[in-house]
T-cell receptor, first 110, second 112 residues
Framework: KNEVEQSPQNLTAQEGEFITINCSYS?????LHWLQQHPGGGIVSLFM???GKKKHGRLIATINIQEKHSSLHITASHPRDSAVYIC????????????FGTGTSLTVIP | IAGITQAPTSQILAAGRRMTLRCTQD?????MYWYRQDLGLGLRLIHY???????GKGEVPDGYSVSRANTDDFPLTLASAVPSQTSVYFC???????????FGPGTRLTVL
């Protein structure tokens, strides 16, 4: 059983579409981390949040602690957004242990 | 050096050989981590270090060892490589625990 589940696993969108990627987790957490993995393999941090909402450019991340759920939204999607998006949950009192989802593979078609 | 680097980029290794993957960061982060990434599985923590001189075991530590002699370097050693250790290995660092992590470019290791 994976403590972190992401949906969908794969997503194809037309350029300009609004995209939502979901992350659900089964344990109480201290924080949730959204990461982007480029086709070349590099991993970049997008957001770290423990409540509410954060926005950076066209990316928005929200978290609902009571429902154990987070979403990553991409507005006005672009082909350069094509990547794997990974969420990672830090359980309370876990020290350094993050539980990682298996990722959502996004392809944005021109 | 800018950020976090790993070496080598890729390696093919015969089973039974010893191998050290190198990781160096110049951000003066206290915490460093080693993960492996396998197809269909999320990133899994192998070992971590909260500060120079200390290390801890993660989810999948067997067959791996680490050391943290100083703040910048966190090498991962496979004492006797086995084919199941074929994976992509990522090193990461953060400024304290449960903070945003910065990842290296990864090392693709194949054990034959």
């Amino acid at each position: 059983k994976n403590e972190v589940e992401q949906s969908p696993q794969n997503l194809t969108a037309q350029e300009g579409e609004f995209i939502t990627i979901n992350c659900s987790y089964s344990v109480g957490i201290s924080a949730l981390h959204w990461l982007q993995q480029h086709p070349g393999g590099g991993i970049v941090s997008l957001f770290m949040l423990s409540s509410g909402k954060k926005k950076h450019g066209r990316l928005i991340a929200t978290i609902n602690i009571q429902e154990k759920h987070s979403s990553l939204h991409i507005t006005a999607s672009h082909p350069r957004d094509s990547a794997v998006y990974i969420c990672a949950a830090a359980p309370q009192r876990s020290g350094n242990q993050f539980y990682f989802g298996t990722g959502t593979s996004l392809t944005v078609i021109p | 050096i800018a950020g976090i680097t790993q070496a080598p980029t890729s390696q093919i290794l015969a089973a039974g050989r010893r191998m050290t993957l190198r990781c160096t960061q110049d951000m003066r982060h206290n915490a460093m981590y080693w993960y492996r990434q396998d197809l269909g599985l999320g990133l899994r923590l192998i070992h971590y270090s909260n500060t120079a001189g200390t290390t801890g075991k993660g989810e999948v530590p067997d067959g791996y060892s680490v050391s943290r002699a100083n703040t910048d370097d966190f090498p991962l050693t496979l004492a006797s490589a086995v084919p199941s250790q074929t994976s992509v290995y990522f090193c990461a660092s953060s400024d304290g625990q449960i903070n945003e992590q910065f990842f290296g470019p990864g090392t693709r290791l194949t054990v034959l």
